[in-house]
């Protein structure tokens, strides 16, 4: 078509211009971990199975870790902010992205999925639940819609000094993906101090077991959202999970949460 070329590159609209060209980029931001059949899934399986928590290190490349935690202060792209004081939810804030998604942020959402599938299903079949997951996705999220689970719940958390994370489950409707990451987008001593990582685990009549887990810029780890099978004498019995973030002392930290099912 005569003209086409210029005019429907000027047709074009900022945020439109600015979406591809964070998809080029994206590209350029992913380590080699992010070829997600290099990740050893079997082991993957295993650390989930016994400790309720997987380490996937060096995930996300230094620079992605920084287009991501940039996007904080931006206006648009985000569906909703969260001060968490404001709900006893500890203290510091964060923001749930709106659809569409960042292009990075949709990739791992929709890359990691697929292993983790199998994963719940085995999980839900030890505790003797019957529904069971998709390996795709946009069907897991076409059930989560159809029972008015639609607002997406991918967000990004920013802590100052002094802020916290209190205990806690993500879980937003009746239909819960029993596994979500989080990856780590801030440098460690150098961005902030303090600031862990803590999991939780609440054995029937036992005391709770916290575990630490320690992460780098890039790093992600997946945990347990509610619950987890562990093998008992007489079968498999459930173990409640709860996650949350230690007092940050100095600085200022991100994290990516990716969570699998949608808010009702």
């Known amino acids: 078509m005569k003209g086409a070329g210029p005019q429907g590159r000027g047709a074009l609209s ?9 998809m080029r980029a994206a590209r350029s931001y992913l380590t080699p971990k992010m070829g997600m059949n290099k990740i050893n899934w079997m082991e993957v399986a295993g650390e989930l199975d016994t400790r309720g928590h997987a380490l996937l290190p060096a995930l996300l490349a230094p620079a992605a870790c920084d287009a991501i ?6 206006d648009r792209g985000f569906r909703s902010r969260v001060v968490m004081a404001r709900h006893g939810f500890g203290r510091g804030e ?3 992205f709106a659809y569409p998604l960042p292009p990075l942020v949709e ?24 529904d069971r997951f998709p390996t795709d996705h946009a069907a897991f999220l076409d059930r989560c819609h159809a029972a008015g689970q639609t607002r997406p719940t991918p967000l990004l958390l ?26 780590l987008l801030s440098r460690p001593g150098e961005d902030f101090d303090g600031g862990d990582f ?15 887990v320690p992460l780098g810029q890039g790093d992600a780890v997946i945990f ?10 007489r079968g498999h019995y459930r173990v409640k999970h709860r996650h949350g ?10 994290t990516l949460g990716i969570i699998f099912h949608d808010a009702a």
């Open 14 to 22: 900022c945020f439109e211009r600015k979406r591809r060209s964070a």
């Open 107 to 130: 990739r791992l959402r929709t890359a990691i999925y697929p292993h983790l599938a199998p994963i719940a299903n085995a999980w839900h079949e030890r505790m003797g639940r019957d």
């Open 224 to 233: 347990a959202v509610n619950e987890r099978p562990v093998r008992g004498t």
């Open 94 to 96: 964060y923001r749930y």
């Open 158 to 183: 920013q802590y100052g000094a002094g802020d916290y994370n209190c205990l806690h489950q993500d879980l937003y409707g009746d239909h819960v993906f029993p596994l979500q990451v989080a990856v």
């Open 198 to 212: 803590v999991l939780t685990e609440q054995r029937p009549r036992m005391q709770s077991r916290a575990e630490v």
């Open 69 to 74: 935690a940039a996007r904080y202060d931006e």
């Open 245 to 254: 973030v230690s007092t940050v002392r100095s600085g200022r930290r991100h």
